[in-house]
């Protein structure tokens, strides 16, 4: 059975601190495997990450991949308080439905 | 530009009364579409998906059925509804498959108590 677990369950913070966030994954045929913000409704997408030790970075963000040792991590630096969300990790399999497995989400909250 | 569309936002329904959730999407043409539940503190669990009209793919067996009457058009039903349907439903879309990944993109949600 595909399993997509993310660690840890709940992490608060102060502003201006560093956050890392894990998502690791036992599944076959993966194909990418990707990050998703979710504030109130909407998961909102933020990286896709395919091959192995290539960072993605957007402004304070940045995503990296082992696909050797099958985990991937999210990391935020100076976060701020509209970084409060749930982040969800997602993994891609070749298939015809380009369907997504998620994992059960990290739930981040930043104090001022 | 794409967009989607899922409509109600909330519904409170009493337990055995039927369920129709609908989603569209506008600005692309022959989508992947999908179902998922969000329980309360959980991630999403796929329900359904289609890769065109008609062609419905179910992941959990359970009391919901979906279909697919147009392009982008996705409805999810159920006939009659358990207090275990209550959750957060979410539909997105997405290109689709081919050679190269794609992410999905996700509605608002619709938040279902069934009470």
């Known amino acids: 059975e595909d399993k997509v677990v993310q660690s840890p369950l709940s992490l608060v913070v102060h502003e201006g601190d560093t956050v890392t966030l894990n998502c690791s994954y036992e599944v076959t045929n993966f194909r990418s495997l990707l990050w998703y913000k979710q504030e109130k409704k909407a998961p909102t997408f933020l990286f896709m990450l395919t091959s192995s030790g290539i960072e993605k970075k957007s402004g304070r963000l940045s995503s990296i991949l082992d696909k050797k040792e099958l985990f991937s991590i999210l990391n935020i630096i100076a976060t701020q308080t509209g970084d409060s969300a749930v982040y969800l990790c997602?993994?891609?399999?070749?298939?015809?439905?380009?369907?997504?497995?998620f994992g059960g989400g990290t739930r981040l909250m930043v104090k001022p | 530009s794409q967009t989607i569309h899922q409509w109600p936002a909330t519904l409170v329904q009493p337990v055995g009364s039927p369920l129709s959730l609908e989603c569209t999407v506008e600005?692309?043409?022959?989508?992947?579409l999908y179902w998922y539940r969000q329980a309360a503190g959980r991630g999403l669990q796929l329900l359904f998906y289609s890769v065109g009209i008609g062609q419905i793919s179910s992941e959990v067996p359970q009391n919901l059925s979906a279909s697919r009457p147009q392009d982008r058009q996705f409805i999810l039903s159920s006939k009659k509804l358990l207090l275990s349907d209550s959750g957060f439903y979410l539909c997105a879309w997405s290109v689709l498959g081919g050679p190269v990944s794609t992410e999905a993109f996700f509605g608002q949600g619709t938040r279902l108590t069934v009470v």
């Open positions: 600005g692309t043409s022959n989508p992947n």
């Open positions: 997602a993994v891609g399999f070749y298939d015809a439905g380009n369907m997504l497995t």
